[in-house]
C-alpha cells in the first residue's frame, strides 16, 4: 500500500502528518511518498484529484483526505479488506514504512 502526502513548504499540518504516519508505521505496512504542490508531478496530482490545499492524503492513488486524522486513518487500515493488502503473499507490501520524497520538496 502506498500513501502520497501532498505537502508545501512551512506546512505545520504537513510536518504532524508525517509525525503520525511515522507512527502508524509501527503498527501498519506501507510506504510513504511526500511530494510538493510546487513541483510538477504535485501539481498535476492535485488537478487531477481536485485537491486546492495540503496536506492532502493519497491511498493508492485514491485521495483519502484532506489533514490527517490518525484516528480515522488507524480505523480505515485495520478494516479486514486493507490490513490483508499489507500481508506476506498478498499484493500488498510486507516490508513496512519506506518514505520517498520529491527531490523537489527538500
Do not use: W
Not at 504537513?14 to 508531478?41: H, M, N, W
Not at 496530482?45 to 491511498?59: C, E, M, T
Request: charged content about 20%; hydrophobic content about 40%.
Amino acid at each position: 500500500m502506498r500513501i502520497t502526502v501532498l505537502t508545501q513548504a512551512s506546512c505545520h499540518a504537513c510536518d504532524q502528518a508525517k509525525l503520525v504516519l511515522s507512527r502508524l508505521a509501527a503498527d501498519y505496512s506501507f510506504q510513504v511518498e511526500t511530494i510538493g504542490l510546487d513541483t510538477d508531478e504535485g501539481r498535476a496530482l492535485a488537478a487531477r484529484n481536485g485537491i486546492i490545499f495540503a496536506p492532502s492524503i493519497l491511498i493508492d492513488d485514491v485521495i483519502f483526505s484532506y489533514g490527517l486524522s490518525e484516528k480515522k486513518l488507524r480505523h480505515h487500515l485495520s478494516r479486514p479488506d486493507v490490513a490483508a493488502q499489507g500481508q506476506p503473499g498478498s499484493n500488498g507490501s510486507s516490508q513496512g514504512v519506506a518514505v520517498h520524497h520529491n527531490a523537489e520538496q527538500q
